[in-house]
């Protein structure tokens, strides 16, 4: 036989069913038994005591005695974030998959099926399928494996499936089909780990099959294999056989290891001298595991032991006690079924249960884990390894969080004194500090109990964030208000902080330390070296938790960082120290320190020295947005001299960023000068000059008119825009041709004097000045002007007003034609607004696509010509907005309202707007262009008269207009 590595060999972790090696036990018949009464049962047990080898040969057993066995593995359940939908629809996969391998539902689709029943809940579609597809396919008995159970202590929905198991198992009497069903469970968990909570447990039903180490009168199978394989004689394989027994106590693993360790060594030497089987396990086992396949099974024990947590602490300390009970013959540590330390212990498979005794499971755990392992694992986390890296490593006010308290201290000062010369200094100082504060806490309570003294540690530290000065102040304040005896353990938090933080002069005690006044009142301080609005807005995020990682080059940070209650979490984060200056800094108070600091302190200050030259300290975005806010604060704050013009001066530069100095200079000076007078005006803020300028850029000369506009105008609450356009509508209406011109080109544009005159000559032309024939070359000329300048614009003023402009000269161009084709339309407006009898006053007919008015009855002019030059001249109030609104019909939202294509142009018969001297019925009609017939009535006349006498007119108008082309 060649040589083999014991490093590279390996024992399976379940044996083939009627493999040599396996070796059976009680638990073999009675689990097979069981199964075979159709009894649940489970076996739940250490690891590596043969439970899948087990489940193998129980489950080929009872395929050969005509069973239908499954065999499903739990692992897949561990991986994250499993969800319920995931595991039963999973479940049920690996439950056709066994059945298809046994030519079973061959052609079944669960896919499609799991949707049909998607009205069922989960589990209700588990059973049914179980019940309804699986029973019905097969008429045998069904005993369905299930392996590595405690892979579901992840999963958060379990304690349902094992319910099902037993609703499986109860309605056996009602349900015939449930009679040939049964689970068997394998894994390394108990049941109230599986079910929790659960006051009716499904395990109640179950049979738990304990799994015994391998007897002497069992052990046959490997007694042979050491007569087969190394030439053993029956006496010396038995005699080795229980030298290993005394080594492993009959351990299924170890066992195996240590049998195959013996043929492999006897193999090697070759010597045919008998293998020293206590110098083997000395030098393979005890000292040499790491070395060995098996590695994995002692280093799993020992990183569920090394945990540093009180849990490993706990469980270090009762198999110490075990191993001393041992080492005296002594049974002191009696079973105790209830007792979880207990359970685990034996779950990890270190301990065994003899005569309601615990001891140490065999030999080589006693010698592997001994006394000086258990000593040396206590060492590396006796005091909490983790709380003393903690406490070394934190701020000067955190300590107090990872101080030791209650029976680790106990345990660590005992330790502690035992091994005085391996003790540092500051270990010393910090099991020193942890003992005074321990004594303070008990001292302050007496007569409480030590689960009590914890829970008052914890909302101590809770509340100051380890900060020692503020835990003395607590104390203090406990002592004269000490009813913490009365309070059960979850009330005693929130008692504490409704004493700390809700009590007014409890709070103030927290206040009067110098160093966290001085550092307070660093955010009120005007302080020219370091912008305070940043600061306290800096410290506002922090308040609000929003995480700030610290960083080294900003000042704020720096700043913020040696305060007294600011810290650097494990994140490198910065936050408030503790509850209490979070309740002491809070949103109150930030705000009533943002009220008495500019946001633009620092950049004011280094303008000024500047002597208000440098533009780059000039404020942008969102600081010009705070001085902004800051400055309509109400009352208005006390301002130095030159604040106003700092932030007006970034004002007009961020929104007239093209305009020259100069102009700029300009604008500020005008924006200074109306500010006063608009303060006083209701609903005025300085957003609203933000507005103006931008309605204005660049252009003195309009924002100076705007600013007079609406310093003599009702400033509305909303809709601002709207309400500066109308301010420029309303009163470049009444502006001449020339004022038009001016105010339509940027001021820094000349134009020709012959251009000019153009406009001059609309201005004469309106005031009669004129004749017709005069103004028929400057109407050719006009378009080509006004094209030359159109792109010029530069803001919503001079578009505004440019726009204006092409329409009222666009009205005199419509007004002096004449076609000889419009003589009959001429002459039925006429006609018809002459036989109202002084029931309408005019006709007007506007082409929509344009906004222009196209005809009228040709006796408007002499009889009312103030309405005539209102629509065709010069505008004026006897207009009113709803003729003026056909420029744009967004102007007049009735329009909008009441004609386009959401009424399919003119299914609407009229409309009805009300002018400053009477009232307009407008008829929307559609022709190959979309026409509004308007007939004007006075004040005073019957609508209702000249709705029938306008609606008796339309189609003679809509005739006439057909015959104009239209």
Avoid at 351 to 360: F, I, Q
Avoid at 405 to 416: D, M, N, V, Y
Avoid at 592 to 611: C, G, I, N
Avoid at 679 to 687: A, I, L, M, R
């Amino acid at each position: 036989m060649n040589a083999q590595n014991p490093s590279t060999s390996s024992i399976p972790s379940a044996l083939p069913y009627k493999h040599p090696d396996y070796i059976k036990r009680n638990a073999d018949e009675e689990l097979l038994g069981s199964l075979r009464n159709g009894d649940f049962c489970c076996v739940l047990n250490s690891p590596k005591t043969g439970k899948s080898s087990l489940m193998v040969q129980i489950f080929n057993d009872l395929k050969k005695e005509g069973f239908l066995c499954i065999s499903i593995d739990l692992t897949f359940v561990e991986k994250i974030n499993y969800t319920s939908d995931e595991f039963y629809r999973d479940f049920s996969q690996e439950l056709l998959n066994n059945l298809t391998e046994n030519k079973i539902l061959s052609s079944f689709d669960l896919d499609n099926w799991w949707l049909t029943k998607s009205s069922l809940g989960l589990l209700y579609r588990l059973k049914s399928f179980i019940t309804d597809i699986i029973l019905q396919e097969t008429s045998q008995k069904l005993v369905i494996f299930v392996d590595e159970i405690n892979c579901t202590l992840n999963f958060e929905s379990r304690s349902d499936f094992f319910k099902l198991i037993r609703l499986f198992y109860n309605r056996r009497e009602m349900t015939a089909d449930y009679k040939r069903l049964t689970f068997a469970l394998f894994g390394i968990a108990t049941p109230s780990e599986l079910c929790p909570n659960e006051r009716i447990s499904p395990f109640d039903v179950g049979k738990n099959i304990k799994l015994r180490p391998f007897q002497p009168h069992e052990i046959t199978p490997l007694k042979d294999k050491l007569v087969k394989e190394i030439n053993y004689s029956e006496a010396k394989a038995t005699e080795a056989m229980v030298k290993i027994l005394s080594f492993t106590n009959g351990h299924p693993y170890l066992t195996h290891c240590l049998c195959k360790l013996v043929i492999e060594e006897s193999t090697n030497t070759n010597t045919g001298t008998d293998t020293n089987i206590d110098q083997l396990v000395e030098e393979k086992i005890i000292r040499g595991w790491r070395n060995l396949d098996c590695e994995e099974h002692f280093q799993r024990i020992i990183r569920f032991l090394s945990e540093p947590n009180k849990r490993s602490m706990d469980l270090l300390d009762l198999y110490k006690e075990i191993v001393l009970s041992s080492l005296n013959n002594c049974s002191t540590v009696r079973s105790k079924s209830s007792d979880m330390l207990q359970i685990e212990l034996k779950l990890l498979g270190l301990v065994l249960e003899e005569d309601h005794v615990l001891k140490p499971y065999c030999e080589i755990y006693k010698q592997i884990f001994n006394l000086n392992w258990i000593e040396l694992q206590q060492r590396e986390f006796i005091f909490y390894r983790d709380d003393y890296d903690n406490y070394h490593n934190a701020d000067e006010r955190q300590k107090e969080l990872y101080l030791l308290t209650g029976k680790i201290l106990k345990r660590t000062l005992e330790w502690a004194k035992d091994h005085e010369n391996i003790v540092r200094h500051l270990e010393n100082r910090f099991f020193e500090e942890s003992r005074q504060f321990w004594n303070k806490v008990q001292d302050v309570f007496p007569n409480e109990s030590e689960d009590k003294w914890e829970t008052i540690v914890k909302a101590i530290n809770n509340l100051t964030g380890g900060f020692y000065q503020f835990s003395n102040i607590i104390f203090d304040i406990i002592a004269k208000n000490n009813n913490v005896v009365d309070l059960q353990q979850d009330e005693v938090q929130g008692w504490l902080e409704n004493l700390v933080l809700s009590n007014s002069s409890n709070l103030e005690l927290f206040k009067d330390d110098a160093l966290f006044i001085k550092d307070r009142d660093q955010f009120s301080k005007d302080d020219a070296s370091i912008d305070s609005f940043a600061l306290i807005s800096t410290f506002e995020k922090i308040a609000q938790k929003e995480p700030i990682p610290f960083d080294e080059k900003n000042p704020q940070h720096r700043k913020l960082k040696d305060m007294c209650f600011i810290i650097l979490d494990k994140e490198h984060n910065l936050r408030i120290l503790n509850k209490i200056y979070e309740k002491i800094l809070d949103q109150n108070w930030i705000k009533k320190v943002m009220a008495e600091l500019r946001p633009y302190t620092k950049a004011f200050r280094d303008w000024q020295h500047s002597d208000r030259q440098e533009s780059s300290y000039l404020l942008q975005n969102n600081d010009l947005k705070l001085a902004l806010e800051w400055l309509g604060k109400k009352p208005t704050p006390k301002l130095e001299e030159g604040e106003i013009e700092f932030v007006m001066t970034s004002l007009v530069a961020k929104v007239w960023t093209t305009a020259s100095s100069s102009v700029q200079s300009e604008a500020v000076l005008l924006i200074t000068t109306s500010r006063p007078s608009l303060q006083g005006k209701n609903n005025y803020s300085d957003f609203l000059l933000r507005e103006i300028l931008q309605w204005t850029t660049s252009q003195t000369a309009a924002l100076k008119k705007l600013l007079e506009w609406v310093n003599e105008s009702d400033i509305p609450v909303e809709n601002i825009r709207k309400y500066l356009e109308f301010l420029v509508r309303s009163h470049s209406k009444n502006w001449s041709y020339q004022e038009l011109f001016d105010f339509a080109l940027a001021p820094r544009i000349s134009y020709p004097e012959r251009e000019q005159r153009i406009f001059i000559t609309f201005d004469q032309y309106c005031r009669g000045e004129m004749d017709q024939s005069q103004i028929q070359e400057p109407l050719k000329e006009w378009g080509k002007i006004l094209d030359k300048y159109q792109n010029l614009n530069e803001n919503d003023f001079q578009e505004l007003v440019f726009n204006f402009l092409k329409t009222k000269i666009a009205r005199i161009s419509l007004m002096t034609q004449q076609q000889p084709e419009q003589e009959k339309l001429d002459v039925l407006l006429d006609e018809t607004v002459t036989t109202s009898k002084g029931h309408l006053k005019s006709i007007l007919i506007f082409n929509l696509e344009n906004g222009l008015p196209l005809y009228h009855n040709k006796r408007l002019k002499s009889d009312d010509p103030e309405l005539y030059r209102a629509l065709f001249a010069d505008g004026g109030d006897a207009v009113g907005e709803a003729i003026e609104g056909f420029e744009s019909l967004s102007k007049i939202q009735e329009a909008l309202d009441n004609f386009g294509k959401v009424t399919a142009f003119g299914n609407l018969t009229y409309s009805i707007f009300k002018l400053v001297g009477g009232t307009m019925m407008v008829y929307f009609v559609e022709l190959t262009t979309p026409f509004a017939i308007c007939f004007i009535a006075p004040d005073g006349i019957n609508l209702g008269l000249v709705v029938t006498r306008s609606q008796a007119k339309i189609k003679e108008i809509k005739n006439e207009l057909e015959e104009l082309g239209f």
